[in-house]
């Protein structure tokens, strides 16, 4: 990671961009590494990075080279599988909430659902608010 630090102290207006980096060793096994930079890294760069995290060196000798190097643009997220379970919301229960969260998209709301335990009164969710709900009424049953 000193490295990675080494190229991010150059970084003038603070953005970072994201690569994913894949090597293939002298075995022909691959590996792969996810790296922040501010723009593509050089090989030198790179070759330099695996001098000290590579996955198969001995010593100073390092058997990984630089496959390909692939900037990520955008991570998607696999939505968790729930089943919704009918009946009445008990205590103890999972339960999803769909929180309206506003976008600077086009789309100028995206619903994302949080997942809770109900206690009989209300349910604690673990997001960045905290949130609170202490009503059923906006409660879906599940199960994850």
């Not at 150059?10 to 790296?35: L, Q």
């Not at 058997?63 to 696999?78: A, G, L, P, S």
Request: glycine letters at 4%; aromatic letters at 12%.
């Amino acid at each position: 990671m000193r490295n990675l630090q080494k190229f991010n102290e150059n970084v003038e207006n603070g953005k970072m961009r994201k690569f994913a980096i894949t090597t293939k060793s002298e075995s022909s096994d691959y590996y792969m590494y996810f790296i922040e930079h501010p723009q593509k890294p050089t090989r030198d760069e790179l070759n330099t990075f695996l001098q000290e995290h590579a996955n198969d060196k001995d010593g100073d000798e390092v058997y990984e080279y630089v496959e390909i190097i692939q900037e990520i643009i955008r991570f998607d997220k696999i939505p968790r599988k729930v089943t919704y379970l009918p009946g009445e919301i008990e205590p103890g229960d999972t339960v999803e909430y769909i929180k309206r969260v506003p976008t600077k998209t086009k789309e100028r709301f995206q619903d994302i659902p949080i997942y809770g335990v109900w206690d009989g009164t209300k349910v604690e969710f673990d997001d960045d608010e905290k949130m609170v709900v202490r009503s059923t009424k906006y409660l879906r049953k599940c199960k994850i």
